[in-house]
């Protein structure tokens, strides 16, 4: 909503062409999409439990972040300077959120005592994972908008959120072998005799 605001507002980017408030219409039709209907697939999946939620805050919001740093360097100073607020407020919030939920969701199953298995959350992992990647564009791509529009190319950004979410995945299995070390330790000791 705040970069709808940013690029809405300002008369000198919603100023009419041709007729046309291109900005302000485009932004509608984009607020107007249903599931099925965007042009990105993590935007066309309906969460089927909060596993979902968990896995889409913790890796397509991840995307998120990344677009709104690499836009903090957006040439349309309005738009860049709002960036940092959306990455620090709300896409940190999320980030936190989906990848506590993640863990816990990992740990519950390796103590069964959740609703979801472990081969339930790598398929849900499978599922979004390459929906983030795609989120970038192409890997060929993003020079021609590199330092006007954002820091990095599309490969490049790919390569550092590939690294990023290898290491929340290493965290999550962590997470996993810790709470197994704990409910071993916890273990009364029963002697053979």
Known sequence: MQMAGVLTLDETFDRPRWGRHWATETLEELFAMKPGEHVLDAFNIEFKSLMDSATFMSFIDRVGKFQLEMQHH???????????????????YHLAAGETLMKAIAVAAILEGGNFGIEDLQKTLNMWYPRG?????SELGGGLVKGVFKTLTNGEAQAVYIEEVRGKVKDVNLAMIQAKGRCTRQRPFRSGS
Do not use: C, I, N
């Not at 990647?133 to 564009?137: A, D, I, N, P, Q």
């Open 74 to 92: 957006f040439l349309y100073g309005p738009m860049a300077v709002s960036m940092p607020w959306m990455r620090f407020l709300e896409e940190s």
């Open 133 to 137: 990647l795609e989120m970038f564009g």
